[in-house]
């Protein structure tokens, strides 16, 4: 049956859903692209291609989630993200779509996959700090840049100057949003610091909404904060506190017998009404409202102490 949907989670995105809607919507050019959590949409259908979403992987059925427990693995034992396996089942016909000869394929299918593919999955799961990933892949941001610029072959008279017109909104909109990130952390810090003052030395800090938080943390030295709950677009999330930007290790992880649950799972596990799920990295958990959170976060403080 033809594809007609592809299908991801709305709200924030990160980089493996990003890159596989780059991979599909380039195989099923087609097909429209719907970013939604509703059961209508993340249910499995003869037409549809669900990733990042949905909490299966079963590839005939086109569901290319990652974050259920048991989570899917490569054959050493690394962990998927979405965009590893979309790679893993279409990457071949993006690279045919991409007229990459047939005796190509195999091989940069692999070497893109070991490259540029594995340490996006080992960021999203929380087993590679992002810094590390540019060590580890060698995609730094001049390198990325670097690979806009014409193929060898190229010898189009102009091919410098159109590669070099593609390259710039890309470059600029890089600039951009570093300097809005930057500029919306500044705004961020008095919204964090009223909310450390009104915590006290509650272990929990609630927030209004999600916003950076943890360099407003350290610069008041609220060092007994070790989990931050705010409200999402229709439920509340739950999350740790990173020691560092550059890596995943935090004050706190929550409950290791909350890793990869999902709603009534979940539920049984914690014992509270209205948790829905919990990423197997351990760094942030989601409730269906405000009081499920903070009970969560509660549970979370209890078990950290235990440690």
């Keep these: 049956m033809t594809i007609t949907h592809l299908v991801t989670h709305s709200g924030g995105f990160h980089a493996d859903e990003l890159l596989s809607s780059v991979i599909l919507t380039r195989v099923f050019p087609n097909a429209t692209l719907v970013r939604s959590r509703d059961s209508a949409w993340t249910t499995p259908a003869p037409d549809k291609i669900i990733y990042d979403v949905g909490r299966d992987y079963n590839a005939e059925a086109q569901i290319f989630d990652h974050h259920q427990r048991p989570n899917p693995l490569r054959e050493d034992g690394q962990p998927f993200s979405s965009f590893g396996l979309i790679w893993a089942h279409y990457g071949r016909d993006y690279l045919r779509a991409f007229d990459v000869p047939d005796a190509d394929i195999d091989d940069i ?19 590679l700090a992002p810094a590390s990933a540019g060590q580890l892949s060698g995609l730094t941001l001049p390198v990325l840049l670097g690979t806009l610029k014409p193929t060898f072959d190229n010898r189009n008279p102009d091919a410098d100057d159109q590669a070099f017109a593609g390259a710039l909104p890309i470059a600029r909109a890089f600039i951009e949003a570093s300097i809005a990130g930057k500029a919306a952390k500044r705004r961020a810090q008095s919204v964090v610091q009223e909310a450390i003052a009104k915590a006290g030395q509650d272990r929990v800090l609630e927030l209004p909404t999600g916003m950076p938080f943890r360099s407003a943390i350290e610069k008041a030295e609220a060092d007994h904060l070790l989990f931050v709950v705010h409200p999402r677009d229709s439920d509340w999330a739950i999350t740790g506190i990173r020691l560092s930007g550059d890596s995943f290790e935090q004050r706190a992880d929550l409950p290791a017998t909350w890793a990869g649950l999902t709603d009534e799972a979940l539920e049984q596990a914690c014992g509270v009404t209205g948790a ?26 209890k078990e950290a102490s235990k440690a």
């Design 109 to 127: 299918h692999a070497s893109f996959d070991t490259g540029f593919v594995l340490p996006i999955d080992l960021v999203d799961n929380g087993d």
């Design 276 to 301: 829905k799920f919990c990423h197997n990295g351990l760094f942030i958990a989601v409730a269906a409202n405000r009081e499920a959170a903070l009970e969560m976060a509660d549970l979370a403080v």
